[in-house]
């Protein structure tokens, strides 16, 4: 049994510690948000975050991300994914939407370790596949999204300005 | 001898064909009646199944429990839009906002069908109309009716339900404010609906739920239809239900499914095409490890995770009888394709199409050759399924294109019939075609079939999915044209070696399906019937086949003609030596009045006029910058496309891409824009990157690495212009993907002067430039 | 000699010197023994560099992006070395890599999984070329020739290389043998063909 820390909670999985995060999640937890896509890392529809950063879950082993701190899609929460996920909303990206849950977590992981990017340097830092092509909607919600970040850092007060 | 049927110089085989066609319709005739007869107007009669608490009107609505709208939609949802598609026409049918109405799969059990994807295919110049082809669209519309053959696929779902969904809204309606002017004892011109609510002068208002018991009792009546103009929704587009759900990783698709209980199954097929399991044996024997099962031509096996599932099929000692396996190689294919061209008497040879006379024809000849490879589907959600098998029924979770195609293909591989097949359709993560064959189905059921009683649920790895696909065909094209003394082409003659792939689509449908009857009509979609007024032109088919599986890829194929003719097209402007758009426009002209070449010649006046006020730009990577064209007709839609490109060394960039869509039509307007968006990128990934070969009867390719497709770094950017014609509402969600290739192969010439002939795009591969014969 | 050693009768220094002289007279009269040496030192770098030019070597010893595979294509997905050879952005190495090998995803793994410092880029050099830059004693941070001897024998992602995973082909030559030819490179005085 390996005990794993996902979206702030302790969850023992049965899954090898030698075999891929996907399958524990997808099978043994039956989360479902996390995709297979071509299970070697080319892709990216299995991005979780680990400790903050975007991994890709069908190439981490069980045993890797043991003690650290896991975030799928279905847990991801505060203001940037709420951005993020209200522009990809806004901009209707989404058309099978296989491959989405990956971007959203490949585009949180950048924004929530620098929100004071240009959208041309987030979307240099993804390297996901869609196959429906959405890229332009996806140019569109990353802009959108910059722009919600920006409105609502000048809105409140930042985090220790008091 | 009309245009509508095959040659008119009286080839053995075509009027072999003609026979056979007039007989299968005059059979067809005396069937179709008697099952008309028996089962008139099946579907207008069919009504949804509403249990406690629900009301459904006709076979497309029901008010729910919770006193939503269900819509019923018979078709899969990969992604095109069509479940929002069809809440969009219900709430505007219905008067509700888009929120109050839910799309849901229609039951499998019940006879939807998709008429108008099979009569696309017929062999018919869409452009002509006559009493011969009304007697066979109707005899086949009304067998497809009664027999209830749904399918998603030729973009066909929109133009599929749109007329049947509104006319049940409006008959719905009707139902409905003739129980309020009961229940309030006014007329029903006096009653106001709004938000839901149907209300009398008095003030005394009711919902549609709350009227509905009373509606139930009234007999429907048929209401005219108004033609589909700009509301509410319709013409602006609504917000997608479904963007929320797989924007947050809450959309089920199929290999989502999680029932208690359920087994994973990993499969490996024979690396060979047409090898069968020899030897099988499980080495791993953990209780995890439920078994191996052998298939036809795969071996699986079952364990309590995908995972374990993997690790023991890795391990098993399986070995394979290659005797009936093929051993060719890609090459081999293309020259069975060169030596079928050049032979004059090649006996599997159909005539799709012959205006004039093309011998006679005299001018400057140009000639040329093209080919395009085989291609994957890449969908991202790799083949699944999963399936409950008992010795009274089954039930199957896919995605798919067809639930009557899987319901058909699993009864027949487990023994059971038709009505014992429940079929369960969640999202589609991407169809273009590769679903509609429903193997991944038949397998599941068939090793969920040897673990009774549990769900099952098989898994195709990438490589799997990669190289046990239906392929988009090879196929290899001559060309030439006979230049007249103003430079255009009075006669062309077109012949593409290809494999009759919709023949071998219902041979793996139907046992008896019969192959080589009647020609394929999608070999030569998008080269046949042309806008353009080529007075003498012959356009023949030459099939080949050497065994290797061929399926329906996006756009079918007009993925392939189009390259091949638009690029033609060029090769003709630049021999003529006229600029390629004013060439085109030249060529619409001597097409005269017809809608095709009024449609094709106004798309095209939106390129030239985009080519006027947006320059190409200058060079951002040193290289040569280029502009192309091209035009396509795609299942009664008109698309020109337009790329710039910059040419740096063999690298090829497309910087941006500019297209202008006539459907008709727009329901909605954004997910149209979305949609040809989304067909130009699979279009160019296949343009650029994309090719299957094929090694002593082993797929080659298997992930991502050895078949790269296009990513966000070089996806240009896409803009897309609606300029509708007001016509009929046409295809939408594939006619953007057959004009980009040879948009960006005529961009490579205008930047390099190197003519690109095959597929995909290289310079590497150039075929040296010359001066046409 | 030992018996001379044990009688007590010559002390080691004297035994040191005796040695001195007998190898001056080599040197003087140009004795095989001293070029044995030298030649067998080249000899060994003619190996050494094979190894060191194979895939699982030189495909980390790039200057700005991996290469992948026997058939040395570039990484998929695209990655960067970064700010400190670890990757840029979403991409940093250990993103998809663990510190061995994952089998189902065929990804290669090690501890501290990254590309060679740019200080160790052996792309695009000839043999001599190579030979210099490997026994720049700066690379080894003083610690030379020990520090590369470890490096060899102990670093995790050089160890990979003999283990590399389903798929890859390994060393041809085991670490043992390897380890003896660099053993013998560095006693035959790190012998470079000027070239």
Redesign the interface.
């Known amino acids: 049994m390996t005990t794993l820390n996902i979206n702030g909670q302790k969850c023992d999985v049965s899954?090898?510690p030698?075999?891929?995060l996907l399958?524990a999640l997808?099978?043994?937890l039956?989360m479902?948000?996390?995709?297979?896509?071509?299970?070697?890392?080319?892709?990216?529809?299995c991005t979780v975050h680990?400790d903050g950063?975007?991994?890709?879950s069908?190439?981490?082993?069980v045993?890797?991300a043991a003690g650290k701190c896991i975030t799928?899609?279905?847990g991801l929460s505060g203001d940037v994914p709420a951005a993020v996920?209200a522009a990809?909303?806004e901009a209707?990206?989404?058309?099978?939407?296989?491959?989405?849950?990956g971007f959203?977590m490949?585009v949180t992981?950048?924004l929530m370790k620098n929100r004071d990017q240009t959208a041309g340097e987030v979307?240099?830092?993804?390297?996901?596949?869609?196959?429906?092509?959405?890229?332009?909607?996806?140019?569109a919600a990353v802009g959108i999204a910059l722009k919600d970040l920006a409105r609502r850092a000048q809105a409140t007060p930042r985090e220790g300005s008091q | 001898m009309t245009s509508e049927t095959t040659s008119s110089r009286g080839s053995g085989i075509a009027r072999r064909t003609f026979l056979v066609a007039a007989g299968l319709i005059g059979g067809g005739l005396f069937v179709g009646a008697g099952v008309t007869a028996a089962r008139l107007a099946t579907i207008d009669r069919y009504r949804l199944p509403a249990g406690e608490g629900e009301t459904s009107f006709g076979a497309w609505l029901k008010i729910a429990r919770d006193g939503r709208i269900e819509v019923a939609v018979p078709h899969q949802e990969m992604g095109q839009g069509i479940y929002a598609l069809a809440a969009l026409l219900a709430a505007e049918g219905l008067r509700l906002p888009i929120e109050a109405v839910r799309p849901v799969q229609a039951p499998t059990n019940a006879p939807f069908a998709n008429p108008t994807m099979l009569l696309d295919g017929l062999p018919f110049d869409e452009h002509v109309h006559g009493p011969l082809k009304d007697v066979a669209i109707w005899t086949l519309d009304e067998l497809l009716r009664a027999f209830g053959l749904s399918a998603t696929g030729g973009s066909t779902s929109t133009r599929n339900i749109a007329e049947p969904v509104r006319a049940c809204c409006a008959t719905m309606m009707d139902i409905l404010t003739r129980a309020a002017a009961e229940r309030f004892g006014v007329e029903t011109d006096r009653l106001k609906i709004s938000a839901g609510r149907i209300s009398a002068p008095n003030g005394e208002t009711a919902s549609y739920a709350e009227l509905a018991p009373e509606a139930a009792k009234l007999s429907p009546r048929a209401i005219p239809l108004s033609r589909l103009t700009a509301g509410t929704y319709v013409g602006k587009g609504a917000a997608r239900a479904d963007v929320p759900p797989k924007t947050e990783g809450g959309a089920p698709y199929g290999i989502d499914v999680r029932d208690k209980g359920q087994l994973y199954a990993a499969i490996r097929h024979s690396p060979r095409i047409g090898g069968t399991p020899a030897k099988v044996e499980l080495r791993q024997q953990t209780p995890d490890i439920r078994g191996i099962v052998t298939g036809n031509d795969y071996v699986a096996v079952v364990a309590t995770s995908y995972c374990k599932a993997v690790g023991a099929l890795e391990q098993a000692d399986i070995s394979w009888n290659d005797d009936y396996a093929l051993n060719i190689s890609t090459k081999d294919v293309f020259a069975a394709y060169r030596a079928a061209l050049d032979d004059a008497g090649y006996k599997s040879h159909f005539v799709l199409e012959h205006q004039g006379d093309v011998v006679a024809s005299r001018g400057r000849i140009v000639k040329a050759t093209y080919q395009a490879p085989y291609l994957a589907h890449v969908t991202m959600e790799p083949m699944n399924a999963t399936a409950l098998v008992t010795d009274k029924g089954a039930t199957i979770w896919a995605g798919h294109q067809s639930s009557d195609l899987v319901k058909y293909r699993v009864a027949h591989a487990i023994g059971l019939s038709c009505d014992a097949i429940r079929v369960v359709t969640p999202f589609l993560g991407g169809g273009f075609g590769r679903r509609a064959d429903v193997d991944y189905a038949v397998k599941a059921a068939e090793i969920a079939y040897h673990f009774k009683g549990t769900p099952v649920q098989t898994i195709w790895s990438r490589a799997e999915d990669i190289r046990n696909d239906y392929y988009r065909p090879a196929a290899m094209a001559d060309v030439s044209g006979t230049l007249d003394d103003t430079g255009l082409p009075s006669g062309l003659r077109y012949r593409i070696a290809v494999p009759p792939v919709t023949d071998r689509f219902f041979g793996r449908v139907f046992a008896y399906a019969p192959q080589g009857w009647l020609p394929d009509r999608s070999t030569v979609d998008g080269a046949v019937f042309s806008f353009y007024g080529i007075k003498n032109r012959i356009i023949e088919n030459l099939e080949v086949d050497l065994g290797i599986p061929v399926g329906f890829w996006r756009s079918v194929g007009h993925s392939l003609n189009n390259f091949f003719f638009e690029t033609f097209v060029d090769e003709l402007a630049s021999a003529a030596a006229v600029e390629p758009i004013e060439y085109r426009a030249r060529l619409l002209g001597a097409a005269g009045e017809g809608q095709a070449s009024t449609r094709a010649a106004n798309v095209l006046a939106k390129l030239a006029k985009r080519n006027l006020e947006q320059p190409l730009a200058g060079p951002e990577f040193g290289g040569k910058t280029g502009r192309g064209v091209a035009l396509s007709e795609c299942f009664h839609s008109f698309v020109g496309q337009m790329a710039d490109v910059e040419v740096a060394g063999e690298r090829i960039r497309v910087k941006q891409v500019f297209a202008v869509v006539d459907c008709g039509f727009c329901i909605d307007p954004p997910n149209v824009v979305a949609q040809v968006r989304s067909a130009i990128n699979y279009g160019l990934s296949a343009a650029l990157y994309e090719r299957i070969d094929i090694e002593n009867g082993k797929i080659v390719q298997e992930n991502f690495d050895t078949y790269p497709v296009l990513t966000l770094a070089d996806a240009p950017e896409i803009v897309v212009e609606i300029a509708n014609s007001g016509a009929d509402i046409g295809g939408v969600g594939e006619i953007g993907t057959p004009g980009i290739a040879p948009a960006v192969g005529n961009a490579v010439f205008a930047a390099t002067g190197r003519r690109l002939r095959s597929l995909p795009l290289g310079l590497k591969t150039t075929i040296a430039p010359g001066s046409p014969v | 000699m030992t018996g001379i050693l044990r009688s007590g009768r010559l002390s080691a220094s004297r035994v040191f010197a005796i040695l001195v002289a007998i190898q001056s007279l080599l040197i003087a009269f140009g004795c095989p023994a001293e070029s044995t040496a030298e030649s067998e030192s080249l000899a060994a770098w003619g190996q050494i560099v094979q190894v060191l030019r194979h895939p699982r070597c030189l495909n980390c010893h790039q200057l700005e992006q991996p290469l992948q595979g026997d058939s040395r294509r570039v990484h998929i997905p695209p990655v960067v070395r970064g700010p400190d050879n670890l990757g840029a952005g979403t991409m940093r190495c250990y993103n998809c890599h663990n510190d061995r090998n994952n089998e189902m995803a065929r990804v290669p793994g090690a501890p501290n999984w990254s590309l060679a410092p740019a200080s160790m880029l052996w792309e695009g050099k000839s043999d001599a070329e190579l030979c210099e830059l490997i026994k720049t004693p700066a690379l080894y941070h003083d610690r030379f020739p020990d520090a590369l001897l470890q490096h060899f024998t102990e670093d995790h992602v050089v160890l990979w290389a003999w283990h590399p995973g389903a798929g890859r082909a390994p060393i041809p030559v085991s670490h043992d043998d390897f380890v003896g030819l660099v053993k013998i490179w560095v006693a035959g005085g790190l012998a470079c063909l000027n070239s």
């Open positions: 899954a090898d030698d075999s891929p399958w997808r099978d043994d039956a479902t948000g996390t995709k297979f896509g071509c299970g070697r890392a080319f892709c990216g529809a680990i950063e975007a991994a890709r069908c190439s981490i082993l045993r890797t799928t899609i279905e996920k990809w909303i209707q990206v989404p058309q099978c939407g296989y491959c989405q849950p959203v490949a992981s950048v979307l240099s830092q993804i390297t996901n596949i869609c196959r429906c092509g959405t890229y332009d909607a996806i140019r």
